[in-house]
């Protein structure tokens, strides 16, 4: 079954520390990967997305990812994290052939202690 | 910038009532969803609409639930007869296009049956 999993539910960091947030996907064909963000009281917002070619994304806010596909991870780093990183992380897949639907993840709460 | 709306924020309605949870998509989309949030649990892909019928649908989605696009703005879930067990987050979202795999989120609504 297809299927996504974040490998931790919740981090605290200091301020400028560096953050690796774990994701693994079960899927057959190609797919697509997303990390998406969900700051205290607003919308999920996309943070970045891989659908081909360079497997090192950058997104916005500092935020890039790694596709590597024999390990079927998609990986969220930040160099440094910033308090105003406090949020949801939601990896997510869809399969390039369907409808676009999207298989979440279980969601990483982090917490940036200034 | 354009986003998708969802009213109202929060519902609270009675078991075995009906609801309608209402979407305003982007206006120059295609593809839309529903997805809901149990309090501590995934987010779930629900159903996808494109070109006026559904185009998938997940176990969750049963005969209670119905989606529908009445006048070409408007993106409407309805539960027929709520249960317990449907209090969650719903989360609309739109897409642009086959080749756009980008999905942008509505804030939601917050529906509580009781």
């Known amino acids: 079954a297809q299927s996504v999993s974040q490998h931790n539910h919740h981090v605290i960091l200091s301020e400028a520390a560096s953050l690796e947030l774990g994701c693994n996907y079960s899927?057959?064909?190609?797919?697509?990967l997303f990390w998406y963000v969900q700051y205290p009281g607003q919308h999920l917002q996309l943070l970045l997305k891989y659908f081909s070619g360079d497997p090192l994304v950058k997104g916005i806010k500092g935020f890039e990812a790694e596709f590597i596909k024999s390990k079927f991870s998609f990986n969220l780093r930040k160099p440094s994290v910033q308090w105003s990183d406090t949020a949801e992380y939601f990896c997510?897949?869809?399969?390039?052939?369907?409808?676009?639907?999207?298989?979440f993840g279980q969601g990483t709460t982090l917490q940036v202690k200034p | 910038e354009p986003e998708v709306t969802q009213t109202p924020s929060h519902q609270v309605t009675q078991m075995g009532q009906e609801v309608i949870l209402r979407c305003v998509p982007i206006s120059n989309h295609l593809y839309f969803y529903w997805y809901r949030q149990i309090l501590g649990q995934k987010v779930e892909f629900l159903v996808s609409?494109?070109?006026?019928?559904?185009?998938?649908k997940s176990e969750i989605f049963d005969d209670q639930f119905s989606v529908e696009r009445p006048d070409g703005s408007n993106f409407t879930l309805k539960i027929r007869s709520t249960k317990l067990e449907d209090s969650a987050m719903y989360f609309c979202?739109?897409?642009?296009?086959?080749?756009?795999?980008?999905?942008?989120f509505g804030p939601g609504t917050r529906l509580t049956v009781l």
């Open positions: 899927y057959g064909g190609t797919v697509n």
């Open positions: 997510a897949a869809s399969l390039s052939s369907n409808t676009g639907k999207l298989i």
């Open positions: 609409f494109y070109n006026n019928e559904i185009s998938e």
């Open positions: 979202a739109s897409r642009g296009g086959a080749h756009i795999n980008e999905q942008f």
